[in-house]
């Protein structure tokens, strides 16, 4: 029930329809596989006596209506008709599998899609305690398990259909054979699944880390390679890989094993209990042989139908155990991302851009982050005057980059608050965000073209020219792109491997640039680069002054030499060193 339930938080109103008629398509295989099955009796019946056949009212008006001169071609008519409602059963299975697996498929894409917007929807402080293995894992993985549990739900309630059908035609022909039959292999389904239930879901929360672990050590081999081939550390990551790979095939086969072993047993119980029935009858209540030989062939044609259909029963049960843990994670996932867009929608007043006129304050702000009782920083104030130039100064880990974290809204003032012009940041993120531009100490950059990459974000066919020419000349990277012979469509390679430090650095520059930012913020932007690349750089920036408001944060003197203000942080205070 549990499952069911996080099942139906997670499926919107539309899916729950299309599962409802995917049921109302099950049921209709049901009830053709069970009519199948049900016109066998009357054939053998008719092989075997029939002058008898004769004697049944529905027979006898088939006979008269088309006019037969002998039993044969009744028995060829009702032989055509079992193949034709084989046949036209066969073609409703087709039907029946395409609209599931189209379900399936178009459903975890749709999932997938809502598990990408519910992590990017998140706030900055959630991306900063969770790992990028972690999500991946949670969008790929989990999504497709999610959908094996569902498909395994869906083929769950075909085969009980199928085998509640043919259990109620087989108990009426007979009910000794049948109960005992039935009951034999409920108790060993109910026994298998009490014993596995603990295995597989303790096998699914492992399985989940492992995957995790995947994604992990292969974004850390690949991601630090340079520092993986320098310190010969190739053997070190490849055997932690292989480590989780390893966990991962082994909570995988145990999986498959632990759903096989039913299998025989379930077989073998079944011809007991067939068998035992048969010599309950046959010899104790003395049944004529001649009544076994049709109820035999009905229970053998259903058999070979249902011993199938009891070992997928046991199995699909284990694939939803073993995927619980999964569809758990999905639900509380987005539960979460639901109650935060609830608290978003009470708060947001609007998505307009802010008209940005005098002053950005910082009012009485503490900020500390979640679980940890110390402030980073504590009661601050301070004012920044529209088109100024403001530095943070301080030792590493002062809380420089976090009061620009909050001044930009990635993260929320524990106490206080960031105001522009009177009015709280936070009212209207998006438009606050949409007047930021932010330069970092580590530029990102895409596996792609230097206009994609500075024109972040923006379809290729809607790409403002006369804005990218604008920010290239700014970040003073014309000369550059002009010796580079595919020029603005030069492939940079992942993370901008086949650039130079100060190329990454400027193409950050013309990125923040090209959205025509009134506020600029640089955190140790040129930190890592040499005193000459520097220079350039700081040119580049230099030439910005008094056209946009800039908050630098840096070591280095020469950096923030021209600011005009410049404050130290330490000790959760902001202190104003230059004026």
Not at 143 to 149: D, E, I, L, R, V
Request: charged share 20%; with cysteine; proline share 2%.
């Amino acid at each position: 029930m549990d499952v069911i339930r996080k099942l139906n938080y997670i499926f919107n109103s539309k899916q729950k329809i299309e599962l409802f008629w995917l049921f109302i398509i099950i049921c209709i295989g049901s009830g053709l596989e069970l009519l199948a099955v049900s016109v066998i009796l009357p054939i053998i019946d008719g092989i075997m006596d029939p002058e008898a056949m004769l004697e049944q009212q529905i027979y006898i008006r088939i006979y008269s209506f088309f006019h037969m001169a002998s039993i044969k071609p009744l028995i060829m008519l009702l032989l055509v008709s079992m193949i034709a409602i084989y046949f036209l059963k066969n073609i409703f299975l087709i039907y029946m599998y395409n609209r599931q697996y189209r379900f399936i498929f178009e459903n975890q894409r749709k999932l997938a899609d809502r598990m990408v917007q519910c992590y990017m929807s998140q706030p900055y402080i959630f991306h900063v305690s969770k790992s990028t293995a972690e999500l991946l894992r949670n969008i790929n993985e989990d999504s497709g398990n999610f959908f094996g549990a569902l498909q395994a739900g869906i083929k769950l309630l075909t085969e009980l259909m199928v085998c509640a059908a043919l259990g109620v035609f087989l108990l009426i022909k007979d009910k000794t054979i049948t109960i005992s039959v039935v009951f034999l292999l409920g108790i060993m389904m109910c026994l298998s699944l009490k014993v596995y239930k603990k295995y597989l879901l303790k096998m699914g929360e492992r399985n989940r880390y492992y995957e995790m672990s995947l994604n992990k050590w292969v974004q850390q081999a690949f991601g630090g390679i340079k520092e993986v081939k320098i310190l010969n550390k190739e053997q070190f990551f490849y055997n932690k890989y292989d480590e989780a790979y390893r966990g991962h095939a082994k909570s995988e086969y145990t999986y498959h094993t632990l759903l096989m072993m039913p299998k025989p047993i379930i077989e073998s119980l079944c011809i007991c209990g067939l068998l035992g029935a048969i010599a309950i009858k046959f010899w104790w209540r003395g049944a004529d042989i001649t009544y076994f030989v049709p109820v035999l062939s009905v229970f053998a044609v259903a058999a070979f139908r249902l011993l199938p259909s009891f070992n997928r029963i046991t199995e699909y049960l284990g694939t939803i155990m073993y995927y619980k843990a999964a569809i758990t994670s999905i639900f509380e996932d987005l539960k979460e991302v639901d109650e935060l867009n609830r608290v978003k929608t009470g708060k947001e007043k609007t998505v307009e851009g802010i008209a940005f006129r005098d002053k950005i304050e910082i009012r009485d702000l503490s900020f500390r982050y979640a679980g940890s009782d110390k402030y980073v920083l504590r009661h601050l104030d301070l004012c920044i005057a529209r088109k100024s130039s403001i530095a943070f100064i301080g030792q590493s880990g002062a809380g420089k980059t976090t009061l620009a974290d909050i001044i930009m809204g990635l993260l929320q003032p524990s106490e206080g608050g960031a105001y522009v012009d009177g009015a709280d940041i936070f009212d209207n993120l998006e438009g606050w965000h949409r007047i930021i531009g932010y330069i970092p100490q580590n530029i990102y950059l895409m596996d792609d073209t230097i206009r994609n990459n500075i024109a972040f974000g923006v379809d290729e066919g809607e790409i403002n020219e006369e804005m990218l020419s604008y920010a290239v000349e700014q970040a003073q990277l014309a000369q550059m792109i002009r010796e580079l012979p595919s020029g603005l469509d030069t492939q940079i390679g992942e993370m901008g491997v086949r650039l130079s430090g100060g190329q990454r650095q400027r193409i950050g520059i013309a990125r923040a640039l090209y959205h025509n930012p009134e506020i600029l913020v640089l955190d140790e932007a040129t930190s890592a680069l040499d005193n000459d690349t520097e220079k350039a750089v700081m040119d580049a920036i230099e030439s910005l002054h008094g056209k946009m408001t800039l908050i630098i944060i840096a070591h280095r003197l020469s950096t923030i030499k021209d600011c005009d203000l410049v404050y130290e942080i330490g000790d959760g205070k902001a202190v104003q060193v230059k004026e």
